[in-house]
């Protein structure tokens, strides 16, 4: 993994998280994957992420509380 490549991570392990994020913008779940560097890919994950207003999180909160609990 050359220098370019470890600019684009963000680690944890200065806590004790051995791990690395990266945020890029991609296509699709194979597209950001394939950004990841063949030796790390098997253990990668792609999570899509949104960005949500202030009204949009009371909502999805306020619906939550609206459906009974599962017995």
Not at 11 to 16: E, I, S
Not at 42 to 47: C, D, G, L, Q, T
Request: hydrophobic residues 40%.
């Amino acid at each position: 993994m050359g220098p370019g490549v470890l600019e684009q991570y963000h680690f944890g392990c200065m806590v004790g998280v051995h791990t690395g994020w990266a945020i890029v913008n991609a296509e699709s779940e194979s597209g950001a994957l394939g950004i990841v560097p063949g030796s790390l890919r098997s253990k990668a994950r792609a999570i899509k992420l949104n960005k949500f207003t202030a009204d949009q999180i009371k909502e999805a909160h306020r619906e939550m509380e609206e459906v009974p609990p599962k017995p």
